[in-house]
C-alpha cells in the first residue's frame, strides 16, 4: 500500500515551455502532498506543500508564479513550471503520506528528472 | 528556520563492519524522525523511523536512536553488506507546521 506515482520520468523541453508534472497516490487519499527539488548528489530541497481544495505554501525562495501548484483531488497534484529555463532543470518529486492521525512517514514518487535545453 | 544537519557527507566501511549517520536538527517541537535510503535515480525509500517518545528503535541490522535533549539522532547499521550502498538521508517533521526538513544526506559505501 501507499504507492505514490509520479509522470513524466523524464522530460526535455526548450527554455520559455512549461512542463507539467503529475503526482498521483494510488490507493490512499492524500490531503497533504509535498513537492521537492533535488540537486546531483543533494538533499531533498521542499519546495512546496500542496493542499487539496486550497492554495499551496511555498517555501521562502520558491517563486510561486513559476511553480504553479494544483491539488484538485484527494489522489492527484500538479506541478507546473512555467516559462522554463536551463536553470530550472533539476529532479523533481513529490511526496504524500496517509490521512491519519498522528506522524506518518512520507512516500514518494519516482521523480521527474526535467532537462530544459 | 528549521534545519537539519548530518554527518558523514561521505562514509566507506569494509563489508561486515557497522555504519553510524548522525543528525542534529534545530526545532525542539519535532516529533517525528525517519530515515530513508535513496539508491541511483530511485525514489527515497522508508527504512526506518522513530517518534519523540521513543529513545531507541530496531529493525534487524538497523537501528535508530533519539536523543531529545540534544536534538540528536542517529541511524546505526550492523554487519553491512554491499548491497547497503546508496544515500541515506535523516527527516524531522513538526506537527505544528506539518514540514518534512531533510538532512544533506550520506553516501555510504561498503566494500566487498
Known amino acids: 500500500g501507499a504507492v505514490v506515482s509520479q509522470h513524466p520520468s523524464r522530460v526535455i523541453c526548450k527554455s520559455g515551455t512549461s512542463v507539467k508534472i503529475e503526482c498521483r497516490s494510488l490507493?490512499?487519499?492524500?490531503?497533504?502532498m509535498f513537492w521537492y527539488r533535488q540537486f546531483p548528489k543533494q538533499s531533498l530541497m521542499l519546495m512546496a506543500t500542496s493542499n487539496e481544495g486550497s492554495k499551496a505554501t511555498y517555501e521562502q525562495g520558491v517563486e510561486k508564479d513559476k511553480f504553479l501548484i494544483n491539488h484538485a483531488s484527494l489522489t492527484l497534484s500538479t506541478l507546473t513550471v512555467t516559462s522554463a529555463h536551463p536553470e530550472d532543470s533539476s529532479f523533481y518529486i513529490c511526496?504524500?503520506?496517509?490521512?491519519?492521525?498522528?506522524?506518518?512517514?512520507?512516500?514518494f514518487g519516482n521523480g521527474t528528472r526535467l532537462t530544459v535545453t | 528556520g528549521e534545519n537539519v544537519e548530518q554527518h558523514p557527507s561521505t562514509l566507506s566501511v569494509q563489508e561486515g563492519d557497522s555504519a553510524v549517520i548522525k543528525c542534529t536538527y534545530s526545532?525542539?517541537?519535532?516529533?517525528?524522525f525517519p530515515w530513508y535510503k535513496q539508491e541511483l535515480g530511485k525514489r527515497p525509500q522508508l527504512i526506518i523511523d522513530i517518534r519523540s517518545n521513543v529513545g531507541e528503535k530496531k529493525d534487524q541490522r538497523i537501528a535508530v536512536t533519539l536523543n531529545k535533549t540534544a536534538k540528536h539522532f542517529s541511524l546505526h547499521i550492523t554487519e553491512t553488506q554491499p548491497e547497503d550502498s546508496a544515500v541515506y538521508f535523516c527527516?524531522?517533521?513538526?506537527?505544528?507546521?506539518?514540514?518534512?526538513?531533510f538532512g544533506t544526506g550520506t553516501r555510504l559505501k561498503v566494500l566487498a
Open positions: 526545532d525542539s517541537a519535532s516529533n517525528y
Open positions: 527527516a524531522a517533521y513538526t506537527s505544528g507546521t506539518y514540514k518534512y526538513i
Open positions: 490507493d490512499f487519499q492524500a490531503t497533504t
Open positions: 511526496s504524500a503520506r496517509l490521512d491519519r492521525g498522528g506522524n506518518s512517514p512520507l512516500h
